[in-house]
């Protein structure tokens, strides 16, 4: 089972934060008269509050601070004045998801997780080896939520990429990127629990989920005043469709409906980053905390908007999807009367650097891996900022609009990446949905932004070493897979837990930080009645940079131990930084197994131990069921139509516990008729394992080859796994069916 981690607040005072004290480190150039702030009104021994406001598609000219003419944004524009305001920005992706996910974790979109947009029902999701900036200030004692739009699934509680395995103690919102759309939605989730909103059930628009977000984000605020926190609020404005219950102030503009009700939630965005700026300073709060306000990609046209109407990116080329300027420059706005000094700042400024920006300016060790780079000097009214040697930005994206395609010369649906170097940008764009393809058959276009901010006259003919030496930087700033430096706490649990029989439980705890930590320890939680008994040592002296403590236990669990039940077993690990102490928990859940089958049995008859991505008996899994679980779907291969069947989607991993006492395991497996009639284009590979043994693997299936007979010995073998495999990097019409699946028992 893999392992999850999560982050668990901890005492303010237990964890030192009230003589937190941050290492200066390079300070940074700003472009306009600076005025330093007024340190005597902050706090001098506490770390600041964060709160970081993400807007959805708002671009660079939609606030009147940018240029905007015709939409009132006085509350951001006063910030901007207040602050220090970012001309150049730059969000790391053209689009929701990956930008999120780069913001999230300091990644850019060649080493990310996420690097594209949902597509054909695929839904981005974080992995347990993705750091957070939740993650990384929860260590140090940071109360932490995000409340609004998350955007990465599976949309289910317990699974490495929910919020709350990424860093976040407080969720409320959406899980899912594509229910982000639904401004009247009829459920959001709170933490792991869905809640129904009844008076917008059967698609009534009564309450708008925008102000529940709001409510929500100024009650934290309150809950958590007299300690550290951290608030990443999301909300889905001003993102299609051009929802919001009142145009208020454009209603009588001879504009479509549409754009009067973008136009009203920009100005809503506007209103509710004033309403928390209102809310810190009724609390006291201003002084000690860190505003941070930006967009996630440029603006976008969907629903009938019309960004230049409103002049939506400003004097720059291009819209949400593009790479060219007005696709990736965002505002940036970042106040705080007691932290932040006011003036304007040229800097080109990822959002990769929010990550070690806020480890910074909270105390906090920050993973070595990250491509971002610390602001904190900056804000503070630094005089010279560490500055990026280049900028990148990756794009495969699906969806095409007709304004971003006309800008990409028709190419908005093919492969492209970019890079910044100085006052250099080159674009370029893959014929083929390939990145691997030779350089010589992408088409590059190269711009001088010093003189051509627009981007209107590509000079790549002009200057080809300029350009060729750009293209090797995008070249070497992808990734197929960025491995991550383990950072803080991971938890090694077996895939069950039987009742009376001892296991093996490991953790690590990663210093994947710069700097060494000392009084390094881990210590194991389990259930009430368990037993556990360290069996290696659980302390070091010392974890120097990029070192590993490694502990074990033996855990055994009470032998009355209810069945068929996931336990929670918790590793925590602790040290001391040069900051102060940090803590990193993880969670993981072992099932005890269903009792095992007493006689011949088909498997969609029995209780299985985990299912994902299956459907059919297995139903009630997270992944992909929607009905409730039954006797199991009828399955055709070649017209022939066979009961009990498995249906599942490459890849798919279904387990059941035998407990030694089956002799056989006899099925047919293959791409069955309904999938093989939508598509010949599946191919898969089955595997089955016995206790982690590989016991079988099959030809390739397809439509064409048909099913293949399984007959295989599992004497003595106490959890079978059945397991498919995408054969050809193509996971569309890949519904592979195990038919007449069937255990023999002795």
């Known amino acids: 089972m893999p392992s999850r981690r999560t982050f668990l607040a901890g005492s303010t005072a237990a964890l030192g934060l009230a003589t937190v004290t941050v290492a ?73 998801a990956p930008s999120r996910c780069s913001l999230l974790t300091g990644l850019h979109t060649g080493h990310s997780t996420v690097r594209a947009n949902p597509s054909s029902g695929t839904q981005g999701s974080l992995t347990a080896d993705d750091t957070t900036f939740a993650e990384v200030l929860r260590a140090r004692g940071y109360r932490t939520a995000v409340i609004g739009k998350w955007g990465f699934g599976p949309e289910a509680p317990g699974q490495d990429s929910h919020p709350a395995a990424r860093g976040f103690e407080e969720f409320y919102g959406y899980i899912d990127h594509s229910h982000a759309h639904q401004y009247y939605p009829a459920y959001l989730w709170h933490n792991d629990v869905k809640e129904p909103i009844p008076a917008n059930a059967g698609g009534v628009k009564a309450v708008y989920a925008p102000d529940l977000l709001e409510r929500r984000a100024l009650e934290f605020i309150g809950d958590h005043a007299s300690e550290p926190f951290l608030l990443f609020l999301t909300p889905t404005v001003p993102h299609a469709p051009s929802d919001v219950p009142d145009v208020g102030a454009y209603a009588d503009r001879s504009w479509t409906a549409a754009n009067k009700g973008h136009a009203a939630q ?31 990609n440029g603006p976008h046209e969907e629903g009938g908007v019309n960004p230049d109407l409103f002049d939506a990116n400003g004097p720059l080329r ?28 040229d800097r080109p400024t990822p959002l990769t650097d929010v990550l070690p920006t806020l480890a910074e300016l909270g105390g906090a060790p920050s993973p070595t891996d990250v491509d971002g780079l610390s602001a904190a000097p900056l804000l503070a009214g630094g005089t010279d900022a560490a500055r990026h040697g280049h900028l990148y930005w990756f794009r495969d994206e699906r969806g095409v609009t007709s304004r971003a395609d006309a800008q990409d010369g028709g190419r908005a649906a093919w492969l492209a990446e970019a890079v910044r170097r100085d006052h250099w940008k080159a674009v370029r764009f893959a014929p083929e949905r390939n990145h691997d393809l030779p350089d010589d058959q992408w088409q590059v276009e190269l711009y001088d932004l010093a003189t051509d901010l627009g981007e209107t006259n590509d000079i790549a003919d002009r200057h080809p070493a300029k350009a060729t030496e750009l293209v090797a930087l995008m070249r070497s ?147 992909n069921g929607k009905n409730a679980a039954g006797d199991g779907p009828l399955i055709s291969f070649g017209g022939t139509t066979y009961p009990k069947g498995l249906g599942v989607h490459a890849p798919s991993d279904i387990a059941y516990h ?31 394992y016995g206790d982690d043994r590989l016991l079988l693997t099959t030809p390739t299936l397809t439509a064409a080859t048909g099913p293949v007979r399984i007959d295989l010995d599992v004497r003595g073998v106490r959890v079978l796994r059945l397991v498919v495999e995408d054969a050809n990097n193509r996971t569309s019409f890949d519904h592979t069916s195990w038919a007449l699946a069937h255990v023999t028992v002795g």
């Open 477 to 623: 700033s992808w990734k197929d897979a960025s491995p991550r430096v383990p950072f803080g706490t991971a938890l090694t649990l077996p895939g069950l837990a039987v009742p009376g029989q001892a296991f093996t439980v490991t953790a690590t705890l990663d210093n994947g930080s710069a700097r060494p930590w000392t009084g390094a320890a881990l210590a194991l939680r389990a259930p009430a009645g368990w037993t556990v008994t360290a069996s290696s040592p659980t302390t070091a002296d010392q974890l120097a940079a990029g070192g590993r403590l490694t502990a074990s236990w033996r855990v055994v669990p009470p032998s009355g131990a209810a069945s068929a039940t996931p336990w929670t077993l918790t590793a925590e690990g602790s040290a001391v930084t040069p900051a102060g102490p940090v803590r990193y928990p993880a969670t993981g859940t072992v099932p005890t197994p269903p009792p095992a089958p007493t006689r011949d049995s088909y498997l969609s008859d029995l209780a299985w131990i985990s299912a994902t991505n299956g459907w059919g008996p297995v139903e009630r899994d997270t992944s």
């Open 658 to 688: 035998l407990g030694g006492a089956a002799l056989r395991l006899t099925s047919l497996v293959g791409i069955d008729d309904f999938s093989a009639g939508q598509s010949t284009v599946g191919a898969t590979r089955a595997k089955v």
């Open 24 to 96: 200066p480190t390079e300070s940074a150039r700003a472009t306009a008269p600076v005025t330093a702030p007024d340190a005597a009104g902050a706090s001098a021994t506490r770390p600041p509050n964060f709160v970081v406001v993400l807007a959805d598609d708002l671009g660079y000219g939609e606030l009147g601070a940018y240029g905007q003419k015709l939409i009132t944004t006085s509350r951001l524009d006063r910030l901007a004045a207040e602050g220090l305001r970012f001309t150049d920005a730059y969000s790391t992706a053209a689009v929701c």
């Open 318 to 345: 291009g819209y949400k999807r593009n790479l060219y300027e007005g696709g990736v420059r965002v505002p940036l706005i970042a106040w705080g009367p007691g932290r932040v000094r006011r003036g304007t700042s």
């Open 266 to 296: 920009v100005t809503y965005f506007d209103s509710l980053v004033g309403k928390v700026v209102d809310r810190l300073r009724e609390l006291g709060l201003e002084q000690d905390t860190v505003v941070l306000v930006t967009s996630d």
